[in-house]
């Protein structure tokens, strides 16, 4: 088990060098969805940049129709809390952009509510 988890792990980090990488060449693109939540939502390239080359990956999506895709969480510098969904392409597309909502989020805003059991 340990194992596994250090191999997850790793996964994890060579995935968000990936990004970061990809960040800090510019190759990184909005999708149109993402690009129209930004803006909606208020959300800055700047704050965008920050989850990207900061944030920890705490879902991960093989088979998104994206292509390989994970799940962002971050804090901005200024505090805000953001999850970005990102496509691990050869560029980075960003495919949505939002501030996690208690009803759906656990209170550490990294882990999904389940949903209530039908009785």
């Known amino acids: 088990m340990l194992a596994l988890s250090f191999i997850v792990r790793m996964k994890k ?4 060098a990936h990004v970061i990488a990809c960040v800090r060449l510019g ?6 969805h993402a690009a129209q ?4 939502r208020g959300i ?16 991960e999506y093989p088979s998104h129709h ?8 971050g804090r901005t ?3 805000r809390v953001l999850h970005i969904l990102v496509s691990l392409n050869e560029t980075v597309d960003i495919i949505t952009v939002y501030e996690p ?3 759906k989020w656990e209170e550490d805003l990294k882990t999904r ?3 209530a059991e039908k009785l």
């Open 44 to 59: 800055t390239r700047e704050e965008i940049e920050q989850i990207l080359t900061k944030g920890e990956i705490i879902e």
């Open 37 to 40: 939540r930004r803006i909606k």
């Open 13 to 16: 980090n060579q995935q968000l």
């Open 113 to 115: 509510r389940r949903e």
């Open 101 to 103: 909502d208690l009803t």
């Open 27 to 32: 190759r990184y693109r909005y999708t149109i």
């Open 66 to 73: 994206y292509g390989e895709a994970c799940l962002l969480f």
């Open 77 to 79: 510098a200024g505090g």
